[in-house]
């Protein structure tokens, strides 16, 4: 069934009509069906036949081929399976650099034709990751993130009847009014769209979503099309998803371009358009990344911040959706998280003029919620290792042998030749029953430890959820704090239950995405706000 949860139900349909392939589909007879099934399966073999490719030993060393389906099949053509020992391999050996070419020109569409200065700023560019992963840039992008959470989270749901006055998200998550209390909503939709406006806000500016206000929804339909584009279908694909990837693409390009062009104007001393406001709640990294832009002389379609957009959003708003459902289906444990956040996850009184009153504050200290609650972090990581699948590719840049896992029964050497693709999904590893017990369970306390001093902590171990290597994503950090502080300020604010009671907390089937995947059907909620302690003598 196609996935369509995070539609709106009332949203106008601007998508090109499907009627077209309709007909086509009613029009496929059983053998038009059979031949599309087999035809692919005959050319497998039959061009496995005709290239005459060793899978046994080569050249008569003692490493073997590894087998490799045909090279013309999109991107897993000539890809492997392979352990994580080529991992440790130097990037002169296996590289990674020809891949984010690859990304940034099929992908997101950056033109061939900067290649030469991308070459000249390669290590400018990547040295400003370097200073996102680390003080004042990351505490600059965190303290907003922190700031923008604080004021959303306690406004999340409105409790309004009339559609018109509810948060995009709650619309885009099917809101249902229950009571002035009480609302009933998809718990994936709203927490991804959440997410999605705290970090793009944080990194871009708030003033990036009030213009584009569909950019959200624009980058979850681009990254769904992920595959087109890198197998390099155009536009004009007689497939729609793959006209909706480009369609999407371009509105992102649109949306990012014209910020470009705002921060050009802002930097040269020239009028920002009206709209931008006044630019001053952009990211440090945003900025620098402009100032590297403008240095060598870039064209403003050569600007590569979707590749910073993308990354971004998708990821973390998952990955929320997924800790809390995993937290909110054992209540023992919510109860357990609750406690150990609450003297970093403040919930405190409105003032009060007369019988007005304000709603509730909350206050978040994100760098405790990372080092100072072991049961907190512990549920993240173990909601990574489940639902993060990510794909690590490397181009081999000169014959090597790589000899497998040690723990592996039975242990043997790989030759890879150059020109090879190597293609590493991790979640073999981090689903394998050597290495983690009852692996596909959700263990609360996996990832937890007892310091020399008594104290618990937490250990990542072997997990590779944000991939490995030079590529090893470089939001991580962001990453880890944004989502411990939306997860611990969601669970100290609101009371979610199931909405089946008979069925309670369903976990639902994954679809494999980039790396967080998605809930193949969203977690439907009811959600009140909790009672707090001042509010409990007038309630009894
Ligand atoms: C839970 C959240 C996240 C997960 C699981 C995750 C996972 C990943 C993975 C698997 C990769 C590819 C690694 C490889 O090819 O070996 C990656 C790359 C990347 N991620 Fe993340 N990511 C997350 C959040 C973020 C955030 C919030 C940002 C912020 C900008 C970000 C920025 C990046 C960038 C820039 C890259 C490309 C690195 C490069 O090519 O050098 N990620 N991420």
Redesign the pocket.
């Known amino acids: 069934m196609e996935d369509d949860f995070h539609e709106p139900l009332t949203a106008h349909d601007s998508r090109p009509p499907f009627s077209i392939w309709q007909s086509i589909l009613t029009r496929l007879t059983p053998n038009i069906i059979l031949a599309l099934f087999l035809g692919p399966i005959l050319i497998v073999f039959l061009t496995r036949y005709l290239s005459e490719r060793s899978l046994g030993n080569d050249d008569g060393k003692k490493a073997r081929r590894v087998w490799m389906p045909p090279y013309w099949i999109p991107f897993v053509g000539h890809g492997i399976d392979f352990p994580g020992s080529v991992m440790s391999q130097k990037e002169s050996v296996v590289q ?1 650099r020809p ?2 070419r690859t ?1 940034y020109n099929k992908f997101f569409g950056i033109p061939k034709s900067s290649k030469a200065k991308y070459d000249k700023c390669w290590d400018e560019l ?1 040295s400003l ?1 370097g200073y ?1 992963m680390k003080d004042p840039q990351l505490g600059d992008v965190l303290k907003r993130s922190n700031s923008l959470l604080e004021q959303t989270i306690p406004q999340m749901i409105s409790f309004v009847d009339s559609e018109i006055d509810l948060q995009p998200w709650e619309r885009y998550a099917s809101a249902r009014y229950i009571s002035n209390n009480e609302t009933e909503i998809y718990l994936c939709a709203m927490m991804r769209d959440v997410m999605g406006h705290t ?1 793009v806000s944080a ?1 871009f500016g708030s003033a990036l979503m009030e213009a584009y206000p569909d950019l959200l929804h624009d980058t979850y339909s681009f990254d769904k099309g992920m595959y087109y584009l890198l197998a390099g279908l155009p536009w004009f694909t007689p497939w729609p998803p793959a006209i909706m990837a480009h369609m999407a693409r371009s509105n992102l390009w649109a949306a990012l371009d014209d910020q470009q062009r705002a921060l050009d104007a802002l930097a040269e001393g020239k009028p920002v358009g009206y709209s931008w406001g006044q630019l001053d709640d952009v990211s440090e990294f945003i900025m620098k990344r402009n100032e590297v832009y403008r240095k060598h002389n870039f064209e403003i379609k050569e600007r590569g911040e979707l ?2 957009l993308w ?2 959003i998708i ?2 708003s998952l ?1 929320v959706y997924w800790q809390l459902l995993y937290i909110l289906a054992d209540p023992e444990l919510a109860d357990k998280i609750r406690a150990e956040v609450a003297p970093y996850a403040i919930v405190e009184q409105g003032e009060s003029i007369g019988k007005i009153s304000e709603a509730p504050k909350l206050k978040l200290d994100h760098e405790s919620l990372s080092k100072r609650c072991p049961h907190l972090r512990s549920t993240y990581l173990e909601a ?1 290792r489940l639902t ?1 699948k ?4 490397r181009k081999v840049a000169s014959d090597v042998t790589i000899s497998q896992d040690k723990m592996s029964d039975a242990a043997a050497s790989y030759m890879l030749h150059k020109g090879e693709y190597i293609t ?1 999904p ?1 979640e073999l590893h981090m689903t394998d029953p050597k290495y983690f017990q009852d692996p596909d369970k959700f263990e609360p306390e996996r990832f937890l430890v007892t310091k020399e001093d008594g104290t618990l902590s937490t250990d990542a171990g072997t997990i590779r ?12 950090i ?3 704090r ?2 411990l502080a939306a997860v611990a300020g969601v669970l100290m604010f609101w009371d979610i239950k199931a909405v089946d009671k008979k069925a309670g907390w369903v976990i639902p089937k994954q679809l494999k995405m ?3 995947s998605k809930p193949a059907q969203d977690t439907r909620v009811r959600i009140k706000r909790r009672v707090f302690d001042w509010e409990k003598d007038t309630i009894l």
């Open positions: 990674f891949m984010a990304d990547n990751f996102f970090s990194m590749s910073v990354p971004l990821n973390s990955l990574l993060s990510p794909w690590s590719v590493l991790h959820p944000y991939g490995g290597g030079p590529s090893m994503c470089k939001g991580r962001f990453a880890e944004e989502c980039s790396a967080v």
